[in-house]
C-alpha cells in the first residue's frame, strides 16, 4: 500500500534478457509469463530479479513446473488455501516516459479553452473568459471533430489540464450506473457533468479513457434541467461518474444551478460526489435535504500514496461539517477498501473519526463500501504512471466481472469487519454494497440500492 522506490522498475529488459537466455526452449507467451510473475514477486518481497531465478528449484525445465513454483510464491495464501489460479499473465512493459509527475501539485488554472461554436454564446463561456483572461480560447466546429483521427497516449493524459473543451451535450444526459458485468444493479442515475479529472489516484478507471487530450466540460447544463422535466419521474442520481463533482466548480458554476433546480423536486435526490474541498459556491446557498455531498474516504496514509493532489482527510470532514451547517445532508464511501498489513486499525480508526466529527447520524443519507478492483488493462496502466505502487502487489484474483478482485471470502470479511464498525457508532444509517455480484449481497446482508 505504501510507495517504495524498487530498483527492477528501470531493469524490465535486463529480466527479459535473463528469461531468453535460461528459457530459450520456451516460446515467447510463455516467457512472458514468467517475466511477469518474476517481475511482481521481485517488488513485492524487495528482492532483485536475479534472486527469484537463482532460487527457482531445479530442474526447470516444464513450464507447468517452474509457473506453478512462482504462482505459489507471488500468491503464498492462495495456496495455502488451495485456491487455483489459471489465469495467463501478460507481459511487463513499463515505459519510463509514462511516468506522471507527483512532485508538485498542479493549478487548476486551464492554460487553454476550445470552445465548441454552439456555445461560444452563452453565458457559460462568457463567464469563463472572464474568469481566465489569460487563457486561450480557440472556437472549434466540435469536440468530435477537433479529434478525429487522432491519437492520444498516456503522456497525452498526464497533461489534460492544460485544455478544457467546453462542448454542448446533445445526448449523453442521464443513463443508469454502468455497474460492473454481473454486478447487482444499485438503481442509480448518473448526470453526465463532464469527463476528465484533476487528481491522480493510483487506482482510478478513467486512466483506462486515455483517449483523450484534455478535460471536457458541457456549457448547456439548462439543457439537462430540461431533459429532467421531460422524464417526469423522481430518481436518485448525481454526478461523478467521469469527473469529480466539485473540483472545477469554480470554473463552470454548476452547484448552485443544480441545487436551486432539484430544490423544486423534493422526492429526488441529486448527489455531488467527490475527493474535494471545493464547497465555497454549495455553501453560500442555503441548503436542502434532498441534495446529498459526498466523499470518498480512505485512511489518510493511504490518500497520501494513492489518491494524489486530493483534499486530506481532515479537508473532506471539516467541508463535511460545513455542508451540513449550510442545510445539506451528506454521505462517504468507503471505496476503495485497500487490504494491506493493518488494514483493520486505520479503518476502524477512519469510521470513529468520521463519526466523531460529523456527530448525529441522521446528517448522513448513506454509507458505501466496495473494495479495491481493476480490469487488466488498468493494472498496465497504473504500473506505467505510478511504477513505484505496491497497491497491486496485495493477492488479487479475476473476478466475477473480469476485473482483479481480492477473493470472495476476503472482501465478505472486510465488509462484514467494517459494517460492525459502522453498527457500534449508528444502528440505522443506510449501508450499502457498491458493484458486487448478489452473492456477496446475501453473504453479507448489504443493501445494493437505497431506493
Given amino acids: 500500500m505504501m510507495e517504495y522506490q524498487h530498483p527492477i522498475i528501470n531493469n524490465i529488459d535486463s529480466l527479459k534478457t535473463l528469461i531468453g537466455k535460461k528459457y530459450y526452449y520456451l516460446g515467447k507467451n510463455k516467457q512472458q509469463e514468467i517475466s511477469r510473475l518474476i517481475f511482481e514477486i521481485a517488488k513485492r518481497e524487495k528482492v532483485g530479479f536475479s534472486d527469484v531465478l537463482e532460487q527457482i528449484p531445479p530442474p526447470p525445465h516444464r513450464f507447468s513446473f517452474i509457473k506453478n513454483y512462482l504462482l505459489e510464491r507471488r500468491y503464498p495464501s492462495f495456496h495455502q488455501k488451495g485456491l487455483k489460479i489459471s489465469q495467463a499473465f501478460c507481459d511487463v512493459d513499463i515505459n519510463p516516459s509514462f511516468k506522471v509527475d507527483l512532485t508538485t501539485k498542479p493549478l487548476i488554472v486551464p492554460k487553454q479553452f476550445f470552445i465548441e461554436k454552439s456555445v461560444l454564446s452563452t453565458d457559460t463561456v462568457q463567464q469563463i473568459r472572464d474568469k481566465f483572461p489569460d487563457s486561450t480560447f480557440t472556437a472549434i466546429e466540435s469536440y468530435r471533430d477537433h479529434v478525429k483521427n487522432k491519437e492520444f497516449s498516456i503522456i497525452d493524459y498526464n497533461k489534460r489540464l492544460e485544455s478544457f473543451y467546453i462542448i454542448r451535450e ?23 457533468l463532464g469527463s476528465g479529472c484533476p487528481y491522480e489516484c493510483v ?9 483523450s487530450p484534455g478535460i471536457m466540460l458541457p456549457a448547456n447544463i439548462e439543457d439537462f434541467f430540461a431533459v429532467f422535466r421531460n422524464l417526469k419521474k423522481d430518481m436518485r442520481l448525481g454526478s461523478g461518474e467521469f469527473t469529480d463533482s466539485l473540483a472545477f466548480d469554480h470554473i463552470m458554476e454548476y452547484s448552485p444551478k443544480i441545487v436551486n433546480f432539484f430544490r ?4 429526488s435526490t441529486f448527489e455531488f460526489k467527490t475527493k474535494s474541498n471545493n464547497i465555497q459556491l454549495l455553501t453560500s446557498l442555503q441548503g436542502t435535504k434532498n441534495i446529498i455531498i459526498s466523499w470518498s474516504l480512505n485512511p489518510q496514509k493511504l490518500i497520501d500514496t494513492a489518491e494524489f493532489f486530493t483534499a486530506s482527510l481532515d479537508e473532506r470532514l471539516e467541508a463535511a461539517q460545513k455542508c451540513i451547517e449550510a442545510g445539506y445532508r451528506v454521505a462517504f464511501h468507503f471505496d476503495p477498501i485497500v487490504c494491506y498489513r493493518g488494514w483493520e486499525t486505520d479503518y476502524e480508526l477512519l469510521i470513529n473519526a468520521v463519526f466523531d466529527k460529523i456527530g448525529e447520524a441522521e446528517n448522513m443519507a448513506w454509507l458505501s463500501l466496495g473494495t479495491l478492483r481493476v480490469s487488466p488493462q488498468l493494472k498496465k496502466i497504473i504500473e506505467n504512471r505510478f ?18 478482485r481480492y477473493p470472495t471470502e476476503v472482501r465478505s470479511f472486510i465488509y462484514n469487519s467494517m459494517t460492525s464498525w459502522i453498527r457500534k457508532k449508528s444502528k440505522n444509517v443506510p449501508v450499502y454494497l457498491c458493484m458486487e455480484d448478489m452473492k456477496m449481497h446475501r453473504n453479507t446482508q448489504l443493501s445494493q440500492t437505497l431506493q
Fill in 387 to 404: 511504477p513505484e505502487t505496491t497497491l497491486l502487489d496485495e493477492e488479487l484474483l479475476t473476478g466475477f466481472d473480469g476485473k482483479l
Fill in 264 to 267: 423544486q423536486y423534493p422526492k
Fill in 203 to 211: 487506482y482510478c478507471f478513467l486512466q483506462n479513457y486515455v483517449n
Fill in 170 to 192: 446533445k445526448f449523453d444526459f442521464y443513463k443508469h450506473c454502468p455497474c460492473s458485468n454481473d454486478s447487482a444493479s444499485c438503481g442509480y442515475y448518473v448526470m453526465n
